[in-house]
């Protein structure tokens, strides 16, 4: 390890003429997607001390939790971890299966798989007490009806935790990305701030909050996209760089305050948390 900081030096041999040469250390390696999990832990999602899953959004055991578009699971494993009972649902039956997987350890009080395209929902009216469904919306044909069936499947007094696409960057990537970025089954529609709000109250539901996220990941795809280097590997000087940017913000004192700020300028999502009356 200490070699790795400080190197060695280039030679054993003393000469009294000269100091010892050093060698300079490589610059520590940076993981975007790490300095992503910070800016997200300091944006209010993940709060394990508190049980919220974003604030405000606290998880319980006593939940019912569907978690519609589950995708690789992380919010799922969040909710079975503080014990509620989780349904996962997602039109990809394999993420539905590795979700359930990633949950066989949890203290889950019960884990469901459903497997769909949300028309309809196999559930009964009224079995949840928390809908989460992050980055669907912008993915599905008829957002009425799919948003009819997360409120018919809420119990009375559940609470919603939805998310789509800021219009603001998506209209910056149409510009960027590759077309099939914008063509079915990914996103087919990029969704205004009030268009979102309405959807939510067309619904049926209460909004009690609408907020913004994720300016470092805005920033993050436009970049990525011009680099031309694959999701699975995605270390380019570029990336790396606006990744250790942001991370020496967020260790200067008003650090979170301005992350704040760009978040409400160019959030990578707007996320709105909803009652059901």
Request: charged content about 25%; some cysteine; glycine content about 6%.
């Amino acid at each position: 390890m200490f070699k790795r900081f400080f190197g060695s030096r280039k030679s054993e041999a003393v000469v009294p003429e000269a100091p010892a040469t050093v060698a300079v250390p490589p610059a520590a390696a940076i993981d975007s997607f790490h300095v992503g999990l910070r800016d997200a832990l300091e944006s209010g999602w993940y709060l394990h001390e508190s049980s919220e899953l974003y604030r405000g959004f606290v998880i319980s055991a006593e939940d019912v939790v569907l978690d519609i578009g589950c995708g690789d699971g992380g919010n799922s494993l969040f909710c079975a971890n503080h014990g509620a009972h989780v349904i996962v649902a997602d039109i990809d039956a394999a993420k539905v299966e590795s979700t359930m997987q990633r949950l066989v350890e949890t203290p889950a009080r019960l884990v469901q798989g459903l497997v769909g395209d949300a028309n309809p929902l196999k559930l009964e009216d009224g079995i949840a007490s928390k809908v989460v469904c992050m980055e669907v919306l912008e993915h599905v044909d008829d957002t009425a009806q799919f948003l009819s069936e997360l409120a018919r499947v809420g119990k009375s007094g559940a609470h919603y935790l939805l998310s789509v696409p800021d219009p603001v960057q998506e209209t910056l990537q149409k510009g960027l990305a590759p077309p099939w970025y914008f063509e079915k089954p990914n996103h087919i529609r990029i969704i205004q701030r009030d268009e979102f709000e309405k959807m939510v109250t067309d619904a049926g539901l209460v909004i009690e909050r609408h907020e913004y996220f994720g300016f470092y990941w805005s920033v993050w795809w436009l970049f990525f996209w011009n680099c031309k280097v694959d999701l699975s590997n995605a270390s380019h000087p570029l990336l790396d760089n606006w990744a250790k940017t942001w991370e020496a913000l967020l260790d200067t004192p008003n650090g979170e305050q301005v992350m704040r700020v760009l978040n409400d300028f160019m959030p990578k999502s707007q996320i709105i948390i909803a009652r059901k009356p």
